[in-house]
């Protein structure tokens, strides 16, 4: 039986909206998934983790790009035009069209503090991100465990990411509460890793779901960017960056191996790796302080990546072995975390990938925005749905890929079921 929260209408003004309508999505893919007949279905390997089901969640404001400037102006009260040419120009380099938000209007009338340069606000930032992160988990979770049909008292264990909270007992032990998991659910919480903390989630989700027959891991990743929201300031280059890309969100899935007759399979992640570059850890910097998170990124992030994510790749597909013949990387189905488009046209570019290869990653930013750990898993969904469209003369493996604060890569190689 899963347990109804406590709350808070000021946060959540159309949250019923955004449950009803993951549910109905829920609803309508498992029905979907199985009209499809089995014969026409690939196999899982046994004893290999599988996604069995996903659901996303957003918070109520919605963010279009086309009227930021005016609006994000306005609302912090700054009429400098050399920042609003810069957030222009933003707007229209970063590709992304709309976003979801937490920070609202509603949310800096009722704290003026947060649009102060040098205000003290990690407590009231934590006010809001930690009950926004938490229910935004709740609201993916609901529509994950609808998809996979099942009852909540079958997940063993509990995956939380999260680079928007702090506080102890962490928001794993409320999510659990909020959805009536067992008292004795395995939990385990992974804080701040940034962009790649989906796909770390998964690897640890997929170590856990292999080693531990008939398990069920429910991992969840919640982000908003109110604890990176700042005033603009000429010195702070990136802090405006941030307002035309970040976006807030959730997302939740189920993973087991050997899945039952009941339970409806789409990827198989058959393996998973991690890697960081020695010598960048001030590449992508973040520290929090009492004004609350602040970043900052090296000019040269993209070519870093660029240079080392060719041999990365090629070690993560020779693992797909000699049963899959001789893969090139332009034979797989792609999900790629879009930290912004020059990451993506730079792979790109260099792995000579074909026109289209990274469309579901290319249209996730346009959608949602940077997401922050949240955004592959918009990807994976985009990818099910395009895959999906193909049946089996889609392609068979695929490539997941998220890079972070390390500089570290994250991958998964993955088969199509």
Request: hydrophobic share 35%.
């Amino acid at each position: 039986m899963i347990k109804r929260p406590l709350i808070n209408r000021s946060f959540v003004c159309s949250e019923t909206v955004t449950k009803l309508t993951n549910m109905s999505l829920a609803t309508g893919r498992a029905e979907k998934q199985k009209e499809i007949a089995p014969s026409t279905r690939r196999v899982a390997n046994q004893g290999k983790a599988t996604v069995l089901a996903l659901g996303k969640a957003f918070p109520s404001n919605v963010v279009s790009q086309e009227n930021l400037v005016e609006e994000y102006l306005r609302e912090i009260k700054c009429d400098d035009l050399s920042i609003k040419h810069k957030l222009q120009h933003l707007c229209k380099t970063t590709t992304v069209k709309t976003r979801y938000t937490v920070m609202s209007r509603e949310t800096l009338h009722k704290y003026p503090e947060l649009a102060t340069e040098g205000s003290p606000t990690i407590k009231q930032r934590l006010e809001i991100a930690n009950e926004a992160v938490v229910q935004m988990a709740y609201e993916a979770s609901l529509a994950c465990i609808k998809e996979w049909g099942r009852p909540v008292e079958d997940i063993t264990h509990l995956i939380y990411v999260s680079s928007s909270e702090f506080r102890l007992p962490g928001g794993d032990l409320y999510l659990s509460a909020q959805l009536g998991l067992r008292h004795e659910v395995q939990r385990v919480m992974l804080y701040f890793l940034g962009c790649y903390g989906g796909v770390t989630g998964l690897r640890l989700a997929k170590d856990i779901a292999e080693n531990n027959r008939g398990s069920r891991v429910l991992l969840t990743t919640s982000e908003t960017m109110v604890l990176g929201f700042r005033p603009p300031n000429k010195a702070r280059p990136y802090d405006l960056v941030g307002a035309a890309l970040f976006g807030d969100g959730a997302a939740a899935l189920i993973i087991g191996a050997d899945p039952t007759e009941s339970e409806s399979p789409f990827i198989e992640l058959h393996c998973a790796m991690q890697k960081f570059l020695p010598g960048t850890q001030g590449v992508i910097d973040g520290r929090l302080s009492e004004e609350g998170i602040s970043f900052k990124l090296a000019r040269d992030l993209p070519q870093r990546i660029e240079d080392n994510v060719e041999d990365f790749c090629k070690k993560l597909v020779a693992e797909a072995g000699s049963g899959s013949g001789s893969l090139e990387l332009n034979d797989l189905f792609w999900a790629v975390h879009p930290g912004g488009p020059a990451i993506l046209n730079g792979l790109e570019t260099k792995l000579k990938l074909k026109p289209g290869k990274l469309e579901c990653s290319r249209q996730a930013l346009m959608d949602y925005g940077n997401a922050s750990s949240n955004t592959i898993f918009y990807i994976m969904d985009k990818v099910r749905d395009e895959l999906g469209k193909k049946g089996r003369g889609g392609e068979e493996w695929g490539l997941g890929l998220a890079f972070g604060p390390g500089i570290t890569f994250e991958g998964f190689l993955m088969r199509s079921l």
